[in-house]
């Protein structure tokens, strides 16, 4: 069993659709919790990083944790197109070592 | 202008060559990362130095070898030993301390021929 585990979709949406992605995870020791968006060929980029539990609202994007059930969730509202990328879920304890789904495929149709 | 650089963005090589792959940061983190990512399996620890002359194993360190003998600069060598190099390749590096944010590089594509 992967110790983070993420639907790898793909998730076809229509633009104005919220946008909902999760990760389920097994190491009880996780605190920090991260979403990266990752466009075709290129590097990562930071979306929201949030720690432990709790809700963290920027903008467009709401980034939920819930240790007990060892769920993270990303949503995304008013999609855009724009807003077609793979977004990976990451979950560190506290150290330097970064744990990662394995991305989830997200096209927003215009 | 901050960031981190990858060179070359595409690389091919015959089977049985070594070859390094570049990272380079002016973002002054002193941890540097390197990751393999292949379909469907996410990103995977290769070796990671959370200071100058000093790194450690990832997870799927066999094949590979890094130095970090400055603190802007932590090349990978692919080795002839690693049994499936073709990947593509992703540098980060962060700040030291438990937040852990790290900033991605570009990508290297690495192709075996």
């Known amino acids: 069993q992967k110790e983070v585990e993420q639907d790898p979709g793909p998730l076809s949406v229509p633009e104005g659709a919220i946008v909902s992605l999760n990760c389920t995870y097994s190491n009880s020791a996780f605190q920090y919790f991260m979403w990266y968006r990752q466009y075709s060929r290129k590097g990562p980029e930071l979306l929201m990083y949030t720690y432990s539990s709790g809700n963290k609202e920027d903008g467009r994007f709401t980034a939920q944790v819930d240790k007990s059930s060892k769920y993270i969730s990303l949503f995304i509202r008013d999609s855009q197109p724009s807003d077609s990328a793979t977004y990976l879920c990451a979950m560190s304890e506290n150290d330097y070592k970064l744990s990662f789904g394995a991305g989830t495929t997200v096209t927003v149709r215009a | 202008d901050g960031g981190i650089t990858q060179s070359p963005k595409y690389l091919f090589r015959k089977e049985g060559q070594n070859v390094t792959l570049s990272c380079e940061q002016n973002l002054n983190h002193d941890a540097m990362y390197w990751y393999r990512q292949d379909p469907g399996q996410g990103l995977r620890l290769i070796y990671y130095?959370?200071?100058?002359?000093?790194?450690q194993k990832g997870d799927i360190a066999e094949g590979y070898s890094v130095s970090r003998e400055k603190k802007e600069s932590f090349p990978l060598t692919v080795t002839s030993a690693q049994k499936n190099p073709t990947a593509f390749y992703l540098c980060?590096?962060?700040?030291?301390?438990?937040?852990?944010?790290?900033?991605f590089g570009p990508g290297t594509r690495l192709t075996v021929l």
């Open positions: 130095s959370q200071i100058v002359n000093d790194f």
């Open positions: 980060a590096s962060s700040i030291t301390g438990p937040v852990n944010e790290q900033f």
